[in-house]
């Protein structure tokens, strides 16, 4: 058998350390030249494949390659788009199936989240309904830590790291104004099923500041938390909310969902930092700031997490060795061994079993009251925030990878997407 | 004469740095124990003094005082108070005085903006009012950058280093994104009269990135925007926009000023960055994202630029260092000396200069069309945000100084604040 290419593509919002992981199946996949003949990468993630739009990564020097640990964001961009089932959707699978048969793709490495792992389940299985052999591996991804079975999610740690920071940063910032002005300060953080990101603003606690947690896992309840933030203004004279964008009231609506209009009568889509800001100001009378940290908090590699880094790069690297020992439709994972010292072993999960299965908090990592964590909660998320990883800077600025992404030649007709 | 103790305090919005200065003013001070007693610093800024809450910073540790150079926010708290004139208000001078006289204070440190070096301003002339020995030195701190005379000021290249840093790794993440979701992504920045800061997320145009500034200075022109910003993304496929808080129309509106009402009728108080989110998805359809970093990006110490936090330091070293040369009614100010390398020198300005004097930004420095930046500010700026200057991390977040801040001993009858 000659030996085959391999395919790989990041899907979905994209992470501060999304590239170690690239850069770890890459350099992997250099290191097996015997086995693995060329990594391409679809541009824009599975609608390269699709439109065999690849990227020849062998063009890039070992030091680009080297220098994607370092970057944030998806360095051969990324995409929204879940291939729908086999049965409905036959028309993609077999122009995937041309694609990779065009360029004696043998690997699928994919890249992404829950939606991902669905899509990467799906071409598993190409194998088998088409004959074509085709080995698909799952490299986890993404900030949201919602995955099941591995410990956690690369990308999560780094986002972590970045709201804890931020938040200790600014909680000391109205710390010092609360005398005579912003005494409540509220910051926005990604989450819209799970607070995992909100739950990182929990471990200033043991800093000393005073600090509500919103997650979407408890039902909002708006005299509930008033009653919290007056009380903390009123023992501390100050507090900081942490609200993850998907917090809600217990009827589904959405925070952020106030039925807002401007001016024009034009539904003016808002944050859900400025809805709780404005709620404690007219209640508790207190000034307010509120900051939304959006893509600020996944793209910060410069306060990335270097656990975080580590294991990103481990997770790309176990993929490709992975598939060189003949596995296919499955997933490496993080397995915890202990919290303190931190101990950890790759580990593997069938995708079978990772597809559409999304983890939330354990109710048992949220305080009683449901606005802070526990001390399990901080015995989990302590190890995935230490240490750091700095890129290097050249005129005040970190030093990030741009590549070239030079194509591979066309062999196939066009191809429409739908 | 017996030696006269100092009493310093921090004024106005806090920042990365402003400790940094403390821990200047402070060091400088105990090295000269000959001629300064101790250094008494006001619990909440100027409040401190008129109500005799001052803190005896002899009680903090050497390794405390030297923590406070990577500490962000205000150490011992700060305010928002502006006295008024000796005319109008002369009983507050009064209560200064008396507060001096009872602590045996004769040199006045005061840390802050443009209100500030008015009210430092109004002390020094006590000295001849009232015919008690005071020196008013006034240290210059503020994210604004928007003092006179100063080439800069403590505090703005922190920010600075931030908005460029966060505007890079963002436009990164958008960049992948943008083939088939978020193609605008919106920041907003402080400034409210100046675009100083703005104008730093300008320096990631010469790492490829399309980038839109939008500035205090610059009426805003919705169809002159709005087409710059779809020329960006029809060439690149993308765009950033950096708007300042401050941004507005011709007559003087601001931009997150829009008249919006929430479902029950109430005012809402939003930011620029939504508003100015929604007027591209309205007149160009695309996807966007939006951050406002409000407190983050003037509390972020991780980030803190090693040239601005250096310039703190010894910006607060002088101020002691003129204070002992028999100064009064100064401030100490950077003088540049060249842009590449960078050199610069620490002079002195009269407060009579200072007061009341904003800086903005030079038409020079923003480009013919009003959205970017020109060579000259990117001279400018980039010396700036040069060098990295970390804290320590301990369990993944950073050891910032909480000091003990321990009372002196009242000796006046209490003060009631106007």
């Not at 990041?10 to 590239?19: D, F, P």
């Not at 390269?48 to 961009?77: C, M, N």
């Not at 009251?369 to 890129?391: H, M, N, V, W």
Request: charged share 20%; net charge positive; aromatic share 10%.
């Amino acid at each position: 058998m000659t030996k085959k290419n391999a395919f790989y593509a990041q899907s979905g919002g994209v992470t501060a350390v999304i590239n170690a992981s690239a850069c770890g199946v890459i350099e992997t996949a250099r290191a097996h030249k015997d086995k693995i003949g060329k990594v391409y990468a679809g541009r824009n993630g599975i609608i390269g494949a699709l439109t065999e739009d690849l990227i020849d990564t062998s063009k890039e020097s070992a030091t680009a390659i080297g220098q994607l640990r370092y970057t944030p964001s998806g360095a051969f961009g990324s995409c929204r788009f879940k291939l729908k089932s086999l049965e409905a959707n036959k028309r993609e699978y077999e122009r995937l199936i041309e694609v990779f048969k065009a360029h004696n793709i043998g690997y699928f490495f994919y890249n992404g989240g829950g939606d991902s792992a669905d899509t990467c389940y799906k071409v598993s299985q190409l194998s088998e309904a088409t004959g074509y052999p085709i080995q698909a591996i799952h490299i986890p991804k993404t900030v949201d830590n919602d995955l099941p079975i591995t410990d956690c999610c690369p990308g999560f740690g780094s986002v972590a790291k970045y709201v804890a920071v931020s938040t200790l940063e600014a909680s000391f910032d109205v710390r010092s104004m609360a005398k005579t002005s912003t005494k409540v300060f509220v910051l926005e953080v990604m989450g819209r099923h799970a607070g995992w990101i909100a739950a990182a603003g929990g471990l200033v606690e043991d800093h000393g500041i005073p600090v509500v947690l919103l997650f979407p896992e408890i039902a909002f309840d708006e005299s509930k938390f008033l009653a919290r933030v007056d009380a903390l203004v009123k023992l501390h004279g100050y507090c900081t909310v942490v609200v993850s964008e998907g917090c809600h009231y217990a009827d589904g609506r959405f925070l952020a969902e106030q039925g807002t209009r401007d001016a024009f009568g034009h539904a003016q889509l808002g944050g859900a930092a400025p809805v709780v800001a404005n709620m404690v100001k007219r209640a508790l009378g207190h000034k307010f700031h509120w900051a939304v940290a959006d893509y600020l908090q996944r793209s910060a590699r410069h306060i990335a997490s270097a656990t975080d880094v580590k294991q990103a790069y481990e997770l790309g690297k176990k993929g490709v060795q992975l598939a060189l020992a003949g596995h296919n439709a499955v997933m490496p994972t993080i397995e915890r061994v202990s919290d303190a010292p931190y101990k950890y072993k790759i580990g593997m999960a069938p995708l079978s079993k990772v597809a559409n299965v999304e983890k939330f908090m354990p109710r048992n990592f949220i305080t009683k009251d449901g606005f802070g964590i526990t001390a399990s909660c901080k015995r989990y998320l302590i190890p995935l925030i230490q240490g750091e990883d700095y890129p290097a800077y050249k005129n005040g600025l970190p030093v990030y990878a741009t590549l070239k992404n030079l194509p591979v030649a066309k062999k196939l007709s066009p191809f429409e997407l739908p």
